[in-house]
């Protein structure tokens, strides 16, 4: 439990300073594009193009960025595996604060009393997780939750895909909610993964989760990335919370038997959606004016 905690807490403070980092090269190489004149960077709905995306990716603190993003990886996979998804995809949701807070001085964005309301909602809320959680379930054979996350992950994302190519330059918050559903997918696919105890690299490579951790991290990053070059980065990371926190969460109570201490489920329930709530309260009041540069 306490390692499980510990590496949900990695993943949580590697994915908020990476969103920071990455929002900051998005908008350097936006503003960069713009000073040159270059052509290419957005689309006919306003949205960025591929040329845009990899631009900002190749920016030196969007890697910075990504390798934290490789840390949290590995912190929330070990999680994933140690502790209830409820606990785990909470725990690490709360990168939004991480996320507020560090934009205050590397993006300038202002947070008032209400924000840290909120902020304070979502450590309290994180608390009584903690104290409701009990041990998390195993995972599952049975083919159809396998197959079914491949499948799920491949038709949300190209349906993503295909969403921000329709809206253009309002689908900020499409792109990181659906970017969120990924990244719960790719969690449900690490508890299931079969061919780790004992390893084996050919089951492995024959179970569909192993492939759903590819499509949906990949998927989901590049997602991230567009949502990042379009709106803030507290309305983006918003989105993306409530996507990969419900998912795994009811998934994980429903199908692979995570609990909460005996008697305390409704504290555990109490918390999780207080936890919800209060992240996403902090992008939303976050949305304030940057301070003038």
Same mark, same amino acid.
């Given at each position: 439990?306490?390692?499980?905690?510990?590496?949900?807490?990695?993943?949580?403070?590697?994915? =908020?300073?990476?969103?920071?980092?990455?929002?900051? #090269?998005?908008?350097?190489?936006?503003?960069?594009?713009? &000073?040159?004149?270059? !052509? #290419?960077?957005?689309?006919?709905?306003?949205?960025?193009?591929?040329?845009?995306?990899?631009?900002?990716?190749?920016?030196?603190?969007?890697?910075?960025?990504?390798?934290?993003? @490789?840390?949290?990886?590995?912190?929330?996979?070990?999680?994933?595996?140690?502790?209830?998804?409820?606990?785990?995809?909470?725990?690490?949701?709360?990168?939004?604060? %991480?996320?507020?807070?560090?934009? @205050?001085?590397?993006?300038?964005?202002?947070?008032?009393?209400?924000?840290?309301?909120?902020?304070?909602?979502?450590?309290?809320?994180?608390?009584?997780?903690?104290?409701?959680? =009990?041990?998390?379930?195993?995972?599952?054979?049975?083919?159809?939750?396998?197959?079914?996350?491949?499948?799920?992950?491949?038709?949300?994302?190209?349906?993503?895909?295909?969403?921000?190519?329709?809206?253009?330059?309002?689908?900020?918050?499409?792109?990181?909610?659906?970017?969120? %559903?990924?990244?719960?997918?790719?969690?449900?696919?690490?508890? @299931?993964?079969?061919?780790?105890?004992?390893?084996?690299?050919?089951?492995?490579?024959?179970?569909?989760?192993?492939?759903?951790?590819?499509?949906?991290? @990949?998927?989901?990053?590049?997602?991230?990335? %567009?949502?990042?070059?379009? #709106?803030?980065?507290?309305?983006?990371?918003?989105?993306?919370? *409530?996507? !990969?926190?419900?998912?795994? =969460?009811?998934?994980? *109570?429903?199908?692979?038997?995570?609990?909460?201490?005996?008697?305390? &489920?409704?504290?555990?329930?109490?918390?999780?959606?207080?936890?919800?709530?209060?992240? *996403?309260?902090?992008? *939303?009041?976050?949305?304030? &004016?940057?301070?003038? &540069?």
């Amino acid at each position: 439990m306490l390692i499980g905690l510990a590496a949900a807490l990695l993943a949580c403070f590697g994915y =908020g300073i990476s969103s920071v980092l990455q929002a900051y #090269g998005a908008r350097k190489s936006a503003a960069d594009a713009q &000073e040159s004149g270059a !052509e #290419g960077h957005v689309t006919a709905t306003g949205g960025p193009t591929m040329r845009s995306t990899m631009a900002a990716v190749l920016t030196g603190a969007f890697i910075v960025g990504m390798v934290l993003d @490789i840390i949290g990886f590995a912190g929330s996979a070990v999680a994933a595996r140690l502790i209830p998804l409820f606990l785990s995809q909470t725990l690490i949701s709360a990168n939004l604060v %991480v996320t507020a807070v560090l934009g @205050i001085f590397v993006l300038g964005i202002r947070l008032r009393t209400r924000d840290w309301t909120a902020i304070a909602t979502v450590i309290v809320a994180l608390l009584l997780l903690g104290l409701a959680s =009990g041990h998390e379930g195993g995972g599952t054979s049975d083919p159809a939750v396998h197959w079914g996350v491949l499948i799920g992950s491949v038709v949300i994302l190209a349906a993503g895909a295909a969403l921000i190519r329709w809206l253009g330059a309002r689908a900020a918050v499409a792109a990181g909610l659906v970017a969120g %559903v990924l990244f719960g997918l790719l969690a449900i696919a690490v508890r @299931i993964l079969e061919g780790l105890n004992p390893f084996d690299i050919g089951t492995m490579l024959a179970d569909p989760a192993a492939w759903t951790i590819i499509v949906a991290g @990949i998927g989901g990053f590049y997602l991230h990335t %567009v949502a990042l070059q379009l #709106g803030s980065v507290n309305g983006a990371t918003a989105a993306l919370v *409530v996507g !990969e926190t419900v998912i795994p =969460g009811i998934v994980g *109570v429903a199908l692979l038997g995570d609990t909460a201490v005996p008697g305390l &489920e409704w504290l555990a329930g109490v918390g999780f959606v207080a936890a919800v709530v209060g992240a *996403v309260a902090v992008a *939303v009041f976050g949305a304030a &004016e940057p301070v003038a &540069e």
